[in-house]
Structures are given as structure tokens and as C-alpha cells.
């Protein structure tokens, strides 16, 4: 991985985010695609990522928020990035257009995940890539007890749109099982090439910590050094503090022991049939 993006990833205080991003740079690394696609691109993350490195021709990023793509387009000053508001449903692109297609943390947020895939599956080559992630019902415990004791005993769970608290499900439709995911990709004309489970071990109420009140307080006060949106060098009390919220996984997390426990995030890669 390149050097400032492993730096970048370091310091990121999530460690869902930060395995889910070494994950899709590891594959764009891998395939070294020329059109890239950010759907769902939001305030940018990824399209200025993707601009650290040389062989991409094209970036391109679709969100449906206004306001994050003013955002996006602040931080992306790289001419490849081309940022576009449009509908997942709709993709104002030609068929077979991209190499690439990232898609994460998105379709849970969708009301119709088939049509989104399909169209996505429009716009992508034939051979071509797309990765997903999605945040896995089966989640850990300790990274949302509330919604896990709900779910478990009272098939319930906080109600998405009290986004402070409602923990892994804030503003989503639904959170996926392996199989569930399987399903909607082959059932959409993709095949899997491979996929993997990030996050079992972590702090109690790590989602709450980071996001509840975490992002509040960045996004409230303006706390830009906290921002993962600012691409500068961090300072290094903030590479500690991110190295705390990380030292579970990091102590105990592996490849074997994610595949029989529960995980935060499910990660696909697939190609079209």
C-alpha cells in the first residue's frame, strides 16, 4: 500500500473503516484499474485516496447528498476526479464504462439493493470489479450492545433515524448475513470472487464512542485534526489515541477466528457473469 494512505489509515480511529479501506486499496493495488467508480462517494474519502495514485485515468464519484459533494469537490482538486450528483438507480454513465466499482457501506442504506446492483452491474465491464461492503447483522456484542440485546431477545432494534443512538443500524434499511449478500449478488448477475469479515474484538460501545459522539463533537466543533476528511499528517497523540481504539483487533483478531465469530463489516468482491 502506498506510504500516505498507510499513514492516513494509522491514524483512523475506526478500525472497521480502516480494515474496510486497506481492504479496497489492497484490490485496487491488485487490478490497477483505469475508470474507477465511487458510488455513493459522500465527502470523498475515497476519491482523494484513489487520486494518490498514477494509474487510474478517470475517478469518478455519484452521491445524492448536495452538501457532501460541495465537500468532495473542496478536498478532490485532482483534474481525474469528476464528481456528479445522480441516483445509484440511475448512473448517468454508459454501459461497461468502468474497471472498478467501489460500493461501500451503501446498499444498506438503499430501499431496492437489487436495482441498485443491477445497474451497477450495467455500468461495469465485463471482467470487471466491484467491491461491496456492508455492515454484518451477525456484529459483535461490544461494538453495539444496546442493539444487540434488542435484536437477540426482542427482535427490535433502535429506529434508524435517531442517528445518535441508533448505533449500527443509523439510517439503515437493513444489515446483511454472508448468505443474504450471496443471494443479492448472484441474484443480480455477479459472481463472488472472494469476500472476507473485518472487526470482532473491539472496546464496549465502540460504535456509540466513535459515532454517536465521536463525529457529533468533530463535525459540532470543528475539530478539523480529528477529521479522516483532512488528509494532513496527524499529530502524534492522535496515533496513539487511534492505536487504543484499534488494540483489541489488533491483540486478538485474525483470519480464522473472524470466520467462526460474529464481525462489524462483510466485505464482497465479485465480477459480473
Not at 484490490?27 to 474507477?36: A, D, N
Not at 435517531?162 to 454472508?178: C, F, K, N, P, Q
Amino acid at each position: 500500500m502506498l506510504k500516505k494512505l498507510k499513514n492516513i489509515l494509522d491514524n483512523e480511529f475506526d478500525p472497521a473503516f480502516e480494515k474496510r479501506a486497506k481492504f479496497i486499496f489492497q484490490i485496487v493495488e491488485r487490478y490497477r484499474p483505469k475508470k474507477i467508480l465511487d458510488v455513493g462517494c459522500g465527502r470523498g474519502f475515497y476519491l482523494k485516496a484513489l487520486s494518490f495514485y498514477s494509474f487510474p485515468e478517470e475517478i469518478h464519484g455519484v452521491d445524492i447528498n448536495y452538501y457532501y459533494l460541495n465537500i468532495s469537490r473542496k478536498i478532490c482538486d485532482d483534474q481525474r476526479v469528476k464528481i456528479k450528483q445522480a441516483s445509484i438507480y440511475s448512473l448517468p454513465y454508459p454501459s461497461s464504462y468502468f474497471d472498478f466499482i467501489i460500493a461501500s457501506e451503501i446498499i444498506e442504506h438503499l430501499k431496492d439493493d437489487k436495482k441498485a446492483l443491477l445497474e451497477l452491474k450495467r455500468v461495469l465491464k465485463p471482467g470487471g470489479i466491484l467491491v461491496i461492503t456492508v455492515p454484518n447483522k451477525n456484529f459483535p456484542f461490544l461494538w453495539d450492545p444496546l442493539n444487540w440485546f434488542l435484536m437477540k431477545f426482542f427482535k427490535t432494534h433502535v429506529e434508524k433515524g435517531i442517528w445518535w443512538l441508533a448505533g449500527i443500524w443509523a439510517d439503515h434499511e437493513r444489515l446483511y448475513t454472508t448468505d443474504n449478500l450471496k443471494n443479492l449478488a448472484i441474484n443480480s448477475g455477479f459472481k463472488i470472487k472472494k469476500f472476507e469479515y473485518f472487526i470482532h474484538w473491539c472496546w464496549p460501545f465502540s460504535h456509540l464512542l466513535l459515532y454517536g459522539i465521536g463525529k457529533n463533537l468533530v463535525e459540532k466543533l470543528n475539530l478539523e485534526q480529528f477529521n479522516r476528511f483532512n488528509f494532513q499528517d496527524k499529530k502524534s497523540f492522535l496515533s496513539i489515541l487511534a492505536f487504543f481504539f484499534k488494540l483489541p483487533s489488533m491483540l486478538m483478531d485474525n483470519k480464522k477466528n473472524l470466520k467462526k465469530q460474529t464481525s462489524v463489516n462483510i466485505c464482497f468482491l465479485v465480477t459480473p457473469i
